[in-house]
């Protein structure tokens, strides 16, 4: 069964503290995988990654793939009130699954002033 | 800028009532997905859609049934409401001709609540 694990489940920072957030897969023809930012209402697209070792960037937010240990990390630096959110990670399948994401449960991000 | 649009933001039934959930797109995308989310169990795809009247059971498709009538919009069916269909109810969409080709865009949700 296809599975996607991200920890931890909650995280209650300072800001101007640097975070990272884990995400683990365990899928079968695996294509991609995506992080999205949830904040009270739709989950805003942040990254996609589908080769390992490049780290993709959005000002304090980024992001890179392990793809022969099968994880990403999402990093957020110099964290704001703002960034307080669920950020779901969701793994891309190929072939017959290829219309499908795998979410994991997401984290849940809380930044305190 | 696409845009996914649910109708519904807040939705209170009774248990038995038939309820219609529904979700239009913009972006002349050919694939559309219901999820539905709750706490510590994350986001489970119900049913998904790559042509219009095609669909396709997700990992939790019992007690739903959808419709895509046409390209721009799918529905989300409940026959018949039970409590434990209690939830927030997001629709998405993507390009992609065959499969999901790249990201996927989200709804705001549908909450329901069934008493």
């Known amino acids: 069964e296809d599975k996607v694990v991200q920890s931890p489940l909650s995280l209650v920072v300072h800001e101007g503290d640097t975070v990272t957030l884990n995400c683990s897969y365990e899928?079968?023809?695996?294509?991609?995988l995506l992080w999205y930012k949830q904040e009270k209402k739709a989950p805003t697209f942040l990254f996609m990654l589908?080769?390992?070792?490049i780290e993709k960037k959005s000002g304090r937010l980024s992001s890179i793939l392990d793809k022969k240990e099968l994880f990403s990390i999402l990093n957020i630096t110099a964290t704001q009130t703002g960034d307080s959110a669920v950020y779901l990670c969701?793994?891309?399948?190929?072939?017959?699954?290829?219309?499908?994401?795998?979410f994991g449960k997401g984290t849940k991000l809380s930044v305190i002033p | 800028d696409v845009k996914v649009t649910q109708s519904s933001r807040y939705l209170v039934k009774r248990t038995g009532e038939k309820v219609f959930l529904e979700c239009v797109q913009d972006?002349?995308?050919?694939?559309m997905f219901w999820y539905r989310q709750d706490p510590g169990l994350g986001l489970r795809l119900i049913y998904f859609?790559?042509?219009?009247?095609?669909?396709e059971k997700g990992d939790i498709p019992e007690g739903y049934s959808v419709s895509r009538e046409k390209k721009e919009r799918f529905s989300l069916i409940l026959e018949s409401a039970s409590t434990n269909q209690t939830s927030m109810y997001l629709c998405?969409?993507?390009?992609?001709?065959?499969?999901?080709?790249?990201?996927?865009?989200f709804g705001e949700g549908s909450r329901l609540t069934v008493l």
């Open positions: 998405a969409s993507s390009y992609g001709l065959a499969g999901v080709d790249g990201e996927l865009f």
């Open positions: 899928v079968t023809n695996f294509r991609s």
């Open positions: 589908t080769s390992s070792g």
């Open positions: 969701a793994a891309h399948l190929r072939g017959a699954g290829s219309y499908q994401l795998t």
């Open positions: 972006m002349d995308h050919e694939n």
């Open positions: 859609s790559y042509d219009v009247k095609m669909k």
